[in-house]
């Protein structure tokens, strides 16, 4: 069983960078799909990125394309999204996944503002 905490989340301009973490406990993720997701009030959540091992390959959704980035380090058993150019649009809540075949796991979520 693995449990996933997000955190990083909070207010930012348009324009600017923010960094979020997740780390993982319970389970080694090195041979899990890492991916995060976003959620706004009254929607539902929608893909933002995966890394997918044991390349780490990633894909993106074409919303956050050049903009947002997905990384592991594997000694922190943690995956991180770099995210870069900020648009008021990017505000949700956002979630870290952890899949492998049926397992599937989730965090918490933080929040992240973008003001325009």
């Known amino acids: 069983q693995v449990q996933l905490e997000e955190s990083g989340g909070g207010w930012v301009q348009a324009g600017g960078s923010l960094t979020l973490s997740c780390a993982a406990t319970g389970d080694s993720i090195n041979r899990y799909a890492m991916g995060w997701y976003r959620q706004t009030p009254g929607k539902d959540r929608d893909f933002v990125g995966v890394?997918?091992?044991?390349?780490?390959?990633?894909s993106y959704a074409d919303s956050v394309k050049g903009r947002f980035t997905i990384s592991r380090d594997s000694a922190k058993n943690t995956v991180y999204l770099q995210m870069n150019s900020l648009k008021p649009e990017d505000t949700a809540v956002y979630y870290c996944s952890a899949r492998l075949g049926p397992l599937n796991y989730w965090g918490q979520g933080t929040q992240v503002t973008v003001s325009s």
């Open positions: 890394s997918v091992p044991p390349s780490g390959r990633t």
